[in-house]
């Protein structure tokens, strides 16, 4: 069955550390994979995709097929980046999204 | 541009009610998906729609249903409400579905039921 899996539900760090949200998925096609950010008090948005390889606000991700993996990383923490971060599966054609269960990242000064 | 809206944002219920939920997504959008959101089992895809028809479908049972007008607004409906619907419902919008665009989510309506 397909599934996305993050095994912490809290990452605490300092800042200026670095950071990786673990996020292990589940899924015999080919696997596109996207990471979402929830900050308090706001909606759920895109904050980067596999397919595009970007960095966004300073976070990478690099899809693993061998170990079935997507961590984000950043190499220096700041505070502002303290928020839930999910990691999503995308099943076949159209919106269809598989969520993990978040990490909630909190980076303390 | 305006955002995703949902309405109401709040409702409360009670057991055996039934419940309607409404999305407008961006303008331009035809997609439009479901979710619920909670605690326990986190955010689990409902169903997806795209040009009125349903697209794709989550592993919800048949209290649970949607559907969406020409005009791309969406609507969901739980019958029969239980205490476990008690959640965030999200929905999203993206330009077409098919290859990938950008889901934009809404704000939620967080459905209590008594």
């Known amino acids: 069955a397909q599934r996305v899996t993050q095994p912490e539900k809290l990452l605490s760090v300092f800042k200026g550390a670095p950071v990786e949200l673990k996020c292990n998925y589940s899924?015999?096609?080919?696997?596109?994979l996207f990471w979402y950010v929830q900050y308090s008090r706001q909606r759920l948005q895109l904050l980067l995709r596999?397919?595009s390889r970007e960095s966004i606000k300073g976070f990478t991700a690099d899809l693993n097929k061998g170990e079935t993996s997507f961590h984000l990383k950043k190499p220096f923490a700041q505070e502002e980046d303290s928020a839930m971060y999910y990691c999503a599966l995308r099943l076949g054609r159209g919106g269809k999204l598989i969520f993990g269960q978040g990490t909630e990242l909190s980076v303390k000064p | 541009k305006a955002g995703v809206t949902q309405t109401p944002r709040y409702l409360i219920k009670t057991r055996g009610q039934q419940v309607t939920l409404s999305c407008s997504p961006i303008s331009g959008h035809r997609s439009v998906s479901w979710y619920q959101q909670t605690p326990g089992q986190g955010l689990q895809f409902l169903f997806e729609?795209?040009?009125?028809?349903?697209?794709n479908k989550g592993n919800f049972p048949g209290r649970f249903s949607g559907r969406q007008f020409s005009n791309s607004r969406s609507e969901m409906n739980v019958s029969t409400l239980e205490l476990g619907d008690s959640a965030l419902y999200l929905c999203?919008?993206?330009?077409?579905?098919?290859?990938?665009?950008?889901?934009?989510f809404g704000p939620g309506t967080r459905l209590t039921v008594l």
């Open positions: 596999h397919i």
């Open positions: 999203a919008s993206s330009l077409q579905a098919g290859g990938f665009d950008e889901q934009f």
């Open positions: 729609y795209f040009s009125e028809t349903q697209r």
């Open positions: 899924y015999s096609g080919s696997p596109e």
